[in-house]
């Protein structure tokens, strides 16, 4: 079964500054797809990246990227130039290739509290 | 309007009650799902459905049931509520269509509390 841990229960960060979130998973399977949601205080699951584990280029979304590295099986998140409106708790997620007649569920990690401090 | 919508936003009920979360979907998608939330473990999947005949089980289902309507309705039943089922609940959808990606959109979310 495949498993996903983050191991950082809360991070902070300045504002404008780096911050790096840490995502590691466990899978037998070599098609996966990996994800970060953002969930701020409103309680909405926001996607704010992805990654197909078939890439070998890193994702980039604007201030958010990753860092894949498949054979670790780590998948980290970097926010630059970091922001209050930033502030969130953070999940890293995994979901198998999906195939038409298989299932697209989600695996999550515990997550993590990023505060942005002015 | 909200794309995928969850109603009640928040309820306080008592142990031994029935309580049902209801979800509906304007997106058109054909798959959707119930995940509850508890701090310190993420969210995990209670129940997933591919379209209106089918259901499936999914990590923790004990103590849940569901019912697919309709391919935009998809409701979460909890025959006799109990306090460890106190969580926040979502519901989520997506389509099968590669391309996209399969993401899952998710609803605003369920506050449940069980006294």
């Known amino acids: 079964a495949q498993t996903v841990t983050q191991s950082q229960p809360e991070m902070s960060v300045q504002e404008a500054e780096t911050v790096t979130l840490s995502c590691t998973y466990d899978?037998?399977?070599?098609?996966?797809?990996l994800f970060w949601y953002k969930q701020p205080p409103s309680r909405q699951m926001i996607l704010v990246i992805r990654q197909e584990a078939y890439k070998q280029q890193n994702a980039t979304e604007n201030r958010f990227s990753v860092n894949f590295q498949k054979a670790a099986k780590s998948f980290s998140l970097k926010i630059s130039d970091s922001q209050l409106g930033d502030a969130a708790m953070y999940f890293c997620?995994?979901?198998?290739?999906?195939?038409?007649?298989?299932?697209?569920?989600?695996?999550f990690g515990q997550g993590t509290e990023l505060s942005v401090k002015p | 309007d909200a794309d995928v919508t969850q109603t009640p936003r928040n309820r306080i009920t008592k142990t031994g009650k029935r309580i049902m979360l209801e979800c509906s979907q304007t997106k058109g998608h054909d798959r959707m799902y119930w995940y509850r939330q508890d701090p310190g473990l993420g969210l995990r999947l209670i129940y997933y459905s591919f379209d209106v005949k089918d259901i499936n089980k999914g990590e923790i289902s004990d103590g849940y049931s569901v019912s697919r309507q309709a391919q935009a309705k998809f409701s979460l039943s909890l025959e006799s509520a109990i306090p460890n089922q106190t969580a926040l609940y979502f519901c989520a959808t997506s389509d099968f269509f590669p391309q996209t990606h399969n993401e899952q959109f998710f609803g605003p979310g369920t506050r449940l509390t069980v006294l």
């Open positions: 899978t037998s399977e070599s098609d996966y797809y």
């Open positions: 997620a995994y979901r198998r290739w999906v195939i038409y007649n298989q299932g697209g569920k989600l695996i």
